[in-house]
């Protein structure tokens, strides 16, 4: 049979069912070669950001257990709890910078020009993002709603705990502690929890304005049939006397006891970033109220900026190639700080709590549909100029 030359209308359907073919395979290329573009650096900057806070925290504690005011088998413990309590906001800034950097490096390498010349505008980009950012966003409100809380509470506990303890069981090995009483200062070389003894002790008191000093190769904890503790010198020295004076007397001693005095350390009210979010709804103050709009804001504020990162990646050749990424942290900053104000404006019955939640993640919202319709206006009279 002769041919015939095809109409346009035959070449439009052709093209069409050709490219309905197509679309499906490039977008699920697409989708797949991105989110686990954004996987991989989140989880690059989650595990610096996590390192740095890690370390920060360490050196602190550190710190305050060389100070005498922690001591060393709690370093861990509060550091774990400190870590679990970041976790949150560590999670909503990788989410922010793992799509902001795979963008702009997208941007950088021409491969939007790829993406641009293939049909893919920059709204197709928000179902990838979202397929990533979702379940990210779940589990920070998880953690901001029930693991933080939890958290810091156990934080507490703790702390109190550690300050219940008495004076030589509060003593770190190898260095000098004041009791609580500020009336005697404690050194013990080694202590055996299994076998309730210790070693190398040296202790000085002040009593009736003469100052004792006590030095023992070994002592040993004891406790009474009615509850009192007594560390018990073997075979040591006391000196007593009174500074700057020659009426220092030594004594040599088979045994000698001291009381331990106990302590209660006054628990004050727990902070309300430890209480549970069923307590601050089932007691809804103001502080309570900015506490629970402060859980909802993480996840809420996450999801606006892993969308707001799209437009923001859009890298200009002739105004420098660092200028998208100093104006994301900017609003990043911004919006950060700003729902902390609101937050504690919400706790001084200065702002509604209704107001507090919705209009500053609303007016970022705008923010956001502004930044997309200006890219894609721009975009748009590029193509036309073309």
């Known amino acids: 049979m002769p041919d015939y030359p095809q109409t346009n209308t035959q070449k439009s359907k052709r093209q069409e069912s050709g490219s309905s073919r197509i679309n499906p395979l490039r977008q699920g290329i697409f989708h797949r070669s991105l989110v686990r573009e954004f996987a991989t650096m989140g989880l690059l900057v989650f595990s610096i950001l996590l390192g740095i806070v890690v370390l920060s925290q360490l050196i602190r504690l550190l710190g305050e257990s060389v100070s005498g005011l922690l001591a060393v088998d709690g370093v861990l413990v509060l550091m774990g709890f400190a870590a679990l309590n970041y976790l949150p906001v560590l999670l909503s800034i990788s989410l922010f910078m793992s799509v902001l950097l795979t963008l702009t490096r997208s941007y950088r390498d021409s491969e939007m020009v790829v993406w641009f010349c293939s049909g893919i505008g920059l709204t197709r980009w928000i179902r990838p993002v979202l397929a990533y950012a979702l379940p990210v966003v779940g589990v920070i409100a998880l953690l901001s709603m029930v693991l933080s809380p939890w958290a810091m509470s156990k934080a507490e506990e703790f702390k109190h ?127 309570n109220i900015s506490e629970l709009e402060w859980r909802l804001g993480l996840p809420i504020s996450a999801l606006v900026l892993a969308l707001l990162a799209i437009p923001l990646a859009f890298v200009n050749p002739r105004a420098g ?18 729902i902390s104000v609101t937050n504690t404006w919400v706790g001084q019955e200065k702002m509604g709590a209704v107001a507090g939640l919705f209009d500053l993640h609303a007016a970022m ?15 748009s009279l590029r193509r036309l100029l073309r």
């Open 161 to 287: 705990r550690l300050n219940s303890r008495d004076d030589v069981t509060a003593a770190t090995p190898g260095a000098f502690r004041e009791s609580r009483q500020a009336d005697r200062v404690y050194f013990i070389e080694n202590i055996s929890a299994g076998q309730n003894r210790v070693s190398n002790i040296f202790v000085q008191s002040v009593q009736n304005g003469r100052t004792g000093i006590m030095v023992a190769k070994e002592g040993l904890q004891q406790t009474e049939p009615n509850g009192d503790r007594f560390l018990v010198l073997l075979n040591g020295t006391r000196y007593e006397g009174t500074p700057g004076q020659r009426d220092f007397r030594t004594v040599e001693f088979e045994r000698y006891a001291m009381r331990i005095e106990a302590v209660e350390a006054m628990r004050s009210n727990d902070p309300v970033q430890s209480r549970s979010t069923l307590y601050l709804l089932q007691h809804p103050t103001s502080w």
């Open 321 to 338: 190639r660092s200028l998208n990424l100093i104006m994301a942290i900017v609003i990043y900053m911004v919006y950060n700080n700003m």
């Open 365 to 379: 919202f705008a923010l956001l549909v502004f930044m997309f319709y200006r890219r894609m206006s721009v975009l």
